[in-house]
T-cell receptor
Framework: DTGVSQDPRHKITKRGQNVTFRCDPISEHNRLYWYRQTLGQGPEFLTYFQNEAQLEKSRLLSDRFSAERPKGSFSTLEIQRTEQGDSAMYLC????????????FGEGSWLTVV | AQSVTQLGSHVSVSEGALVLLRCNYSSSVPPYLFWYVQYPNQGLQLLLKYTTGATLVKGINGFEAEFKKSETSFHLTKPSAHMSDAAEYFCAVSLYSGGGADGLTFGKGTHLIIQP
């Protein structure tokens, strides 16, 4: 396994701009998760996919946020009209759909909105 | 609903001393419990997990944790701290062993400081 890969690792954007993050899960992992982590806090669940289907979305995921996993492999998280409150680390994770399997995290994508 | 409380946002121990990081959970059904470690500017790495079976769980880097249902606790321990253990530690709970329908619910984290 090559691990969960996220790109870009760091992004600085002006308020109001759109940003997109990409996540490549561990191969053959059919579950993919997005979390958000702000300074001094634990990660907060945003959404998850099983294959290409988005099965759960947190109420934290406002209308400005959209996530896709079109072919059941990589995923993108887009934030439209960014706000300063969106500044956080966005973590992607993946797992196999099987009881007892662990969720593996990527190294995260840092977003700073100025 | 499930939740996790980590007691102590910062814990400082001397190198070679016992490490004890506290975690209490709330869950309406039998939980699955996890400890993750996060080094600066990195993602989370699984230390150990409790799903079913033995309540004393051993993980990587010499850490272990004991699930105590009566106390709704899952405290993390290590007999002898090493400088490399300095990091942020997160306790997490899930209704599913893989963090299924609603993923993992994390505590706010405990920053472990190791003093030489």
């Amino acid at each position: 396994d090559t691990g969960v890969s996220q790109d870009p690792r760091h992004k600085i954007t002006k308020r109001g701009q759109n940003v997109t993050f990409r996540c490549d899960p561990i191969s053959e992992h059919n579950r993919l998760y997005w979390y958000r982590q702000t300074l001094g806090q634990g990660p907060e669940f945003l959404t998850y996919f099983q294959n290409e289907a988005q099965l759960e979305k947190s109420r934290l995921l406002s209308d400005r946020f959209s996530a896709e996993r079109p072919k059941g492999s990589f995923s993108t998280l887009e934030i439209q009209r960014t706000e300063q409150g969106d500044s956080a680390m966005y973590l992607c994770a993946s797992s196999r759909r099987r009881s007892g399997n662990t969720i593996y995290f990527g190294e995260g994508s840092w977003l700073t909105v100025v | 609903a499930q939740s996790v409380t980590q007691l102590g946002s910062h814990v400082s121990v001397s190198e070679g001393a016992l490490v004890l990081l506290r975690c209490n959970y709330s869950s309406s059904v039998p939980p699955y419990l996890f400890w993750y470690v996060q080094y600066p500017n990195q993602g989370l790495q699984l230390l150990l997990k409790y799903t079913t079976g033995a309540t004393l769980v051993k993980g990587i880097n010499g850490f272990e944790a004991e699930f105590k249902k009566s106390e709704t606790s899952f405290h993390l321990t290590k007999p002898s701290a090493h400088m490399s253990d300095a990091a942020e530690y997160f306790c997490a709970v899930s209704l599913y062993s893989g963090g299924g329908a609603d993923g993992l619910t994390f505590g706010k984290g405990t920053h472990l400081i190791i003093q030489p």
